[in-house]
């Protein structure tokens, strides 16, 4: 659907030529696919846990020639210390509630480096992610809100930036980051 472009390139600003993404869930590819069509300077490393959704985003990578290599497993999965804090973008998009998605994200963020979150509209998940926010090492740069094409919904691009190293405990493993959220 053209809506998931759309929503994908509102966040266009956030991811600078020759950034280094790594992109959490990425399901269909979903905004990386069109970030890369649309700036192909930008490498990006996609993260999914579904073998078929790998499958299909390679072959895409492989016939649009995009910089960016599929990793088929869990973010709260990869070993500590393989990626960590190594990227200097993570994105997520439609993923978890925003105090869960943090603690998959924010990890694999260098300091300095910004966590681009798509999330829709309900703004009480910027409450309840200010803790999480925090205690992984990131501040609040800013909120884009914007209105989806065809009355399709109003939707947020949380972006966040890495201040301080996170604690080598996080991501915490084993479903904790959705049974019970920073």
Do not use: Q
């Amino acid at each position: 659907e053209i809506k998931h472009f759309y929503d994908s390139l509102m966040g266009t600003e956030y991811f600078f030529n020759d950034a280094n993404v790594v992109e959490i869930g990425s399901g269909g590819g979903f905004p990386s696919i069109p970030l890369m069509i649309l700036n192909r300077s930008l490498k990006f490393t996609l993260i999914e846990s579904v073998g078929k959704k790998c499958a299909f985003l390679k072959e895409v990578i492989n016939v649009l020639n995009l910089n960016a290599k599929v990793i088929n497993i869990r973010a709260e999965d990869i070993d500590k210390y393989t990626l960590r804090e190594s990227f200097d973008i993570v994105t997520a998009r439609a993923v978890a509630r925003l105090n869960t998605l943090s603690e998959y994200c924010i990890p694999f963020i260098k300091k300095g480096g910004l966590f681009v979150a798509y999330k829709g509209s309900d703004g009480l998940e910027e409450i309840e992610a200010k803790n999480a926010v925090e205690v992984l090492g990131c501040k609040k740069e800013s909120k884009k809100k914007y209105e989806l094409i065809n009355s399709e919904g109003t939707r947020n691009i949380y972006v966040y930036k890495k201040i301080k190293n996170t604690p080598l405990k996080y991501p915490r493993g084993n479903g904790k980051e959705r049974k019970n959220p920073l």
